[in-house]
């Protein structure tokens, strides 16, 4: 989601941390649960593995769409009993904006058997008005009323770094009326979509949630269809490459190569779009829709670091014509610190531009996270 700077302080996790936290390293190693024995500087490790510890991320939010906000989440880790393996993360997560929308719901993530199954599920309801470009450039504020229920599950393949999964989703969404309704196929104007979905993966990433180093590559197709109670059949491609390569011990490079399609009689809401850091979420859809992006990441010491990004990314009416009404770029710089060095999480702040404003963002992880 797209977030600018607001002027009253909600971001209050986040000030401590980039004023106090990294700076707060003492001479004399302090061991607590809010420090690192290995450096003295804070660090909340042994509060989320060992404390049963919470950790609270709260984000504001100026999307032009949905207005000022702001989203609260608590993320819980839970450790394996033998050390080396990812832990599960169980999340739960709520906002609220001042043009009426808001969201609630929660999710798991899964890596059992030693990371041979991985296993996700997400679960909520959100009432959102947003602006979609169903017109041409002119932007139309439409409500809808959604639920999400989503189940995956992976399996590695042998003891390679393949996967290959499995997935049901359903989504039931509904828009209230509005000034220009009767112009979307009102079969749509309440509609339920299940379906399923198979998925491969190549993952070589040193870490789910602050990576490095390694390759993920992701291919998925999900089917909506009548037979499982699907208003309608349609569905989408999902391609995703990313790779990090860290060229030196201070320099990491990181590329994305993102694509999704469409298939069928897509809802206008489901289409395809760009997702780039700086570019409004909805503005840009299509039945295709192709990003391309690259991060740098200059280390400072132990902890701190400074990215670098920019991309460009584009939405297709037609496959068959491949002709984008416009090319939308991106670029930013921002922020990252080492909040969890057991976890190798990184937090941060990123500020991006795109064609037609300035977006900030609050960052937990990596920016890509699937």
């Known amino acids: 989601m797209k977030i600018q700077p607001i002027k009253w302080g909600t971001a209050i996790l ?8 990294g700076f707060a390293q003492d001479t004399t190693i302090t061991v607590s649960k809010f420090r ?28 032009p769409a949905v207005g000022y906000g702001l989203i609260g989440a608590g993320l819980y880790f839970i450790p394996k009993k033998k050390p080396g ?18 969201l609630g719901g929660g999710g798991y993530n899964g890596f059992w058997n ?6 996700r599920g997400i679960m909520g309801y959100a009432d959102l008005n947003l602006e979609f470009y169903v017109f041409g450039n002119r932007p139309v504020e439409i409500g809808l009323g959604t639920f999400l229920f989503i189940q995956q599950i992976a399996t590695r393949i042998k003891d390679s770094d393949f996967f290959i999964g499995g997935k049901y989703g359903l989504n039931k969404t509904k828009i209230p009326l509005f ?24 993952d070589t990433l040193d870490n789910f949630l602050s990576p490095t180093k390694g390759v993920k590559f992701h291919l998925g197709y999900d089917q909506n269809l009548e037979l499982l109670g699907s208003d309608r059949d349609w569905g989408k491609l999902n391609v995703l490459n990313q790779i990090y ?3 030196a011990s201070n320099w990491m490079s990181a590329f994305r190569v993102d694509g999704k399609l469409a298939t069928g009689k897509i809802p206008f809401y489901a289409k395809p779009y760009v997702e780039l850091r700086g570019v409004p979420a909805m503005r840009y859809q299509g039945e295709l829709a192709m990003m391309l992006e690259t991060e740098q ?6 902890r701190w670091g400074l990215v670098g990004f920019t991309g460009m990314g584009a939405a297709f009416d037609s496959v068959d014509q491949m ?3 416009e090319l939308v770029w991106n670029v930013g710089l921002g922020a990252r610190y080492k909040i969890a060095r057991l976890l190798g999480l990184d937090m941060g702040m990123d500020i991006a531009r795109g064609p037609e404003d300035w977006a900030f963002y609050v960052v937990v992880g990596s920016s890509w996270l699937r």
């Open 179 to 202: 000034e220009d309704r009767e112009f979307i196929d009102p079969r749509e104007w309440s509609m339920l979509s299940s379906g399923l979905g198979l998925y491969f993966e190549y």
């Open 85 to 102: 393996y990812q832990p599960d993360i169980a999340v739960l997560a709520g906002g609220v904006t001042t043009n009426g929308s808001w």
């Open 297 to 302: 990441t200059l280390k400072l010491g132990r």
């Open 14 to 21: 986040y000030c401590w941390l980039f004023i106090n936290l």
């Open 245 to 247: 390569i860290p060229f």
């Open 114 to 119: 030693e990371d041979r199954i991985r296993y």
């Open 323 to 325: 002709k984008a009404e």
């Open 36 to 63: 690192d024995a290995e450096d003295g500087a804070i660090d909340l490790s042994n509060y989320l593995l060992k404390g049963n510890g919470v950790l609270p991320v709260l984000v504001p939010v100026t999307e």
